[in-house]
């Protein structure tokens, strides 16, 4: 089983920055990628942005290209995503994602940003 330990959520003015923190323990066995989701209240769960845990590929939202970045440090098993240029668009519960090489995934329970004045 893994855990997640998921931080960096808050409260931030339009324009600002926040990074999240996405620390993975437990039974990791093989890493394929990580990723963010995120769901605003009364909508679906959205992909975000993805990396691989191998080489430098990244994915991104057209939504959030140009803005946020998704990084990795694969000896703490952690993924980050700094966020910048805020939008009260950007308001959601995001979620951390791990995707194992045998196709599983395993879902953090997720940390609020609200983008607010």
């Known amino acids: 089983q893994v855990q997640f330990v998921e931080s960096g959520g808050g409260l931030v003015q339009p324009g600002g920055s926040l990074r999240l923190s996405c620390a993975a323990s437990g039974s990791i066995f093989s890493i394929y990628a990580m990723g963010w989701y995120r769901q605003a209240p009364g909508k679906e769960r959205d992909f975000v942005a993805a990396?691989?845990?191998?080489?430098?590929?990244?994915y991104y939202a057209d939504s959030v290209k140009g803005r946020f970045t998704i990084s990795r440090d694969n000896a703490k098993n952690t993924v980050y995503l700094q966020m910048n240029s805020l939008k009260p668009e950007d308001t959601a519960v995001y979620y951390c994602q791990m995707r194992t090489l045998g196709g599983m995934d395993a879902w953090g329970k997720g940390t609020l940003v609200t983008v607010s004045s």
């Open positions: 990396i691989r845990w191998s080489g430098n590929s990244t």
